[in-house]
């Protein structure tokens, strides 16, 4: 039974896809039922990368939707509108989705998934965290039976990109962020990546998927890159760290009625250099899960670009094409595994009262008794010193780089604004996490 495809978008990851459906062989079986109908494009004088079925282009992206012969609709636009209309549009007239647009299923899953219920009907989006890396379907069925205690990723390349070079070259941030777009790594506005909030939509999915119930995306607490200086990676290099932009997300507990208490966030850590992920590089991708009774399952590989995203693009449509095919086109229901029902209530915690290990450089003067004065600082507060190390620029000023032991936030930003009031201290230059 073949599938018929409208595909919304043709930029890097539609162009990627468009090749595959129309180069099936030696793929399995099932991507020759996949049958490119229409290809809805905002600008139809562009010129084009690949030959495309003549009379498949327009620029009218609902009648792309609408068309009868269309039987699943795979957004690639991006971007929150038209996107979230478009799919809503589909999901009204009974089709299944597949996108790999974070943004509109981080923003707006509540609305889509409520639809995509009701009308039942998929949405998938395997293609929406981490490229072509499978870590969609694992966490909705793969790793199904399991406790999931916390993820750690890395799920942004373009960051990871800049983070190594800045590391391994002593490079400065704009450098090579030019170096990137330069590249075609990063966008032009490269905003969302540089200020982890691609991230945190990702981790957002990841977290609703991991949990069973919708996170709230306004409330992950996100920081991004731009503000960090090549010395802050050298500093952790000597102390054994690496600097990634990492997204988190843990399961600290729950509440009485069941809702699951969750610390999700996106910041630059320092990540121990024996640690699974430290060794993720470039624009490569990876994603730690830790469930019970499971252990650790790490996932890698390409985070981005036409045809790893395409992949990811593509296996979603199969399995719709497998559901189809065991249906006989009967309403059978939802296989709720695939689907990803929501079972029960998140909650963010309280940022201020979650507990994390932190890494501070402080520019200090140079003065008999200054570190015993920070220590001071710190001790007030119960935060204990994990490491501290001294280093001087020149004979009036010093910098010390402190990594503290595991701390409530709310005790170490107290701790943090009692150094800044000390006349010995001149500036709290860098704060990161450690992992
Ligand atoms: N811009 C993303 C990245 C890829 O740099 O990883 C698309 O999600």
Known sequence: MSLGVGLLGLGTVGTGVAEILLNPEGRQPLVQQLRLRKIGVRNLKKPRAIPLPP???????????????????????????????????????????????????????????????????????????????????????????????????????????????????????????????????????????????????????????????????????????????????????????????????????????????????????????????????GVNNAVLVEGEPVGQVMFYGPGAGSGPTASAVVADMLNIAAIREVAHGSHAGLDPLLAAVSWRQCRLADGQLTSHSNYVRLKVQDHPGVIGQIGACFGAEGVSIRSIIQVDNNPEEAEVVVVTQQVQEARFRRSLAALEQLDSVISVACCLRTL
Do not use: C, W
């Open 55 to 281: 009379s498949s282009l327009t620029d009218q992206l609902e009648a792309v939707v609408d068309n009868p012969g269309v039987d699943v609709v795979v957004e690639m636009l991006g971007g929150l509108e038209p996107a979230r209309r478009l799919i809503l549009r589909a999901i009204g007239m009974g089709k299944p989705v597949v996108t790999a647009n974070k943004a509109v299923i981080a923003h707006h899953g509540v609305e889509i998934n409520a639809a995509a219920a009701q009308a039942g009907v998929y949405v998938l989006m395997e293609a929406a965290v981490g490229g072509g890396i499978p870590i969609i379907e694992p966490l909705k069925q793969s790793l199904g039976a399991n406790r999931i205690q916390r993820i750690i990723g890395i799920i942004n390349g373009t960051t990871n990109y800049i983070l190594t070079r800045m590391g391994s070259e002593g490079a400065a941030f704009a450098h090579v962020l030019a170096d990137a777009q330069a590249l075609g790594y990063a966008e032009a506005d490269p905003t969302a990546d540089v200020e982890g909030h691609d991230a945190a939509d990702k981790i957002t999915i990841m977290a609703g998927l991991a949990y069973g119930g919708l996170v709230q995306r306004q409330q992950v607490p996100t920081e991004g890159i731009r503000h960090l200086q090549a010395t802050d990676l050298a500093y952790a290099d000597q102390l054994g760290y690496t600097l990634k932009l990492l997204a988190t997300a843990a399961r600290l507990g729950q509440d009485r009625d069941g809702t699951q208490l969750l610390d999700v966030h996106v910041h630059p850590t320092l990540v121990p250099k024996d640690h699974p992920i430290a060794g993720v590089k």
